[in-house]
């Protein structure tokens, strides 16, 4: 068997990618072309991948020659390689590379409206070790193959002879099983990280003589009146669930942003703002769910928060029966009413759904995050008691 080349034995990453995409880059860089783009931040640890794989598809080259008989070099079984593999390279490795990926395509569609970019990509995908496949199909390629270690695992232990090593084979699935698990907390946690990053700039709280019409407060004297800055009030929570719904206001129904955090729900008005203008490589590190939210972010969009946060622990829920909604003519609705300390209601949202699908999702998300909210011994408030009433009184 002749042994692998170093640049194309990466665990399910094309050659494409490293013989064409990151070679080229390299070489128009050296000739001063394109310096400014950042390879990291396209490529991430694509060339350590490359390496830690090369050095393991040798060693179990040896194991599997040693399980044959070919050869006898006295090295490790295939067991013992594989276990050491997963656990000190290989997964380690992958994680890193798959924790860029979100940013690199992000930063990825920030450099394709360069013209030199765009002729470097072109360029880079015409050739055939690319198989008409795009960067970005390329890409994804090292996630899929993680996800697949499992199973390939499992397989061969369904083949051992031996049940030690079918058994060693199985402990070493599960620690790649949980190497994934790990792997998607960490994707999950920078998700909503950036995410609040950036949304945290997006919001707009009004002062209270401009939320409440009722309150007149003479110019001299608002100055007094300014509350402490709220950035800070959703740094530490967890975004649950996001986006847009229709408010009933004033006989007239108009679009609001929902934002649901562990805590408290913000409802905001989307504020269009075109001079304002957040380029694809600011935006956050998302799941492919939704990008409703990321569209708005880079079209410059503010969310002007209508209310004061509503507390989870004071609020109520009411779903709208098909019946009195086809009556009002408010379909896919329910109701918000945020209550205060006494069970009196000081607020109250009616809310249009885009379907009776997205309704239910909402009700369901609000009521399990209330559940977890009452259910959790950690006190609710983390970094201030100004902010909200505890619910301890």
């Known amino acids: 068997m002749n042994s692998p080349n170093p640049t194309s034995a990466c665990h399910g990453i094309p050659a494409g990618v490293v013989h064409v995409f990151s070679a080229t880059l390299t070489n128009l860089q050296v000739r001063h072309c394109l310096a400014d783009v950042d390879s990291w931040r396209l490529f991430a640890n694509l060339n350590e991948l490359c390496l830690v794989s090369f050095g393991f598809l040798n060693n179990l080259l040896r194991a599997i020659k040693d399980t044959l008989e070919i050869t006898h070099g006295g090295g490790s079984t295939l067991p013992e390689l594989l276990s050491k593999a997963f656990q000190e390279s290989l997964c380690h490795c992958l994680q890193k590379y798959c924790l860029n990926y979100s940013t690199a395509l992000l930063y990825l569609d920030s450099l394709k409206p360069r013209e030199d970019f765009g002729s470097y990509v072109k360029w880079c995908e015409r050739n055939e070790q690319c198989r008409r496949l795009q960067l970005r199909d390329l890409l994804v390629a090292p996630l899929q193959r993680l996800t697949r270690y499992p199973l390939l695992l499992r397989n061969i232990a369904k083949r051992c ?150 507390s989870l622990d004071r609020i109520q829920l009411k779903n709208i029966d098909q019946l009195n909604a086809s009556a009002s003519g408010l379909p896919h609705s329910f109701i918000i009413m945020h209550q205060n300390r006494y069970q009196q209601c000081i607020g109250a949202f009616i809310l249009q759904a885009a379907s009776e699908a997205a309704k239910r999702a909402w009700m369901s998300t609000i009521e399990g995050a209330v559940t977890a909210l009452l259910a959790s011994p950690q006190p609710r408030v983390k970094s201030s008691s100004l902010w909200l009433e505890s619910s301890q009184i």
């Open 161 to 310: 002879p031996r049940e030690d090593e079918a058994a060693g084979l199985q402990v070493i699935t599960e620690q790649v099983d949980t190497s994934i698990c790990d792997l998607e907390g960490k994707v999950k946690w920078l998700d909503n990280y950036q995410k609040v990053k950036q949304l945290r700039d997006a919001l707009v709280w009004l002062p209270v003589w401009e939320r409440d019409k009722r309150a007149f407060v003479p110019e001299n004297l608002k100055h007094l009146l300014k509350a402490v800055t709220l950035e800070n009030l959703i740094s530490h929570r967890s975004l649950l669930h996001e986006g847009k719904v229709m408010l009933s206001e004033n006989t007239k129904l108009i679009d609001v942003y929902l934002f649901l955090f562990d805590e408290f729900l913000l409802i905001t008005k989307i504020k269009r703002n075109k001079k304002r203008s957040i380029g694809p490589e600011q935006n956050p590190l998302r799941m492919p769910q939704n990008l409703e939210l990321d569209q708005l972010l880079k079209d410059g969009c503010t969310f002007v928060v209508l209310d004061q946060p509503v």
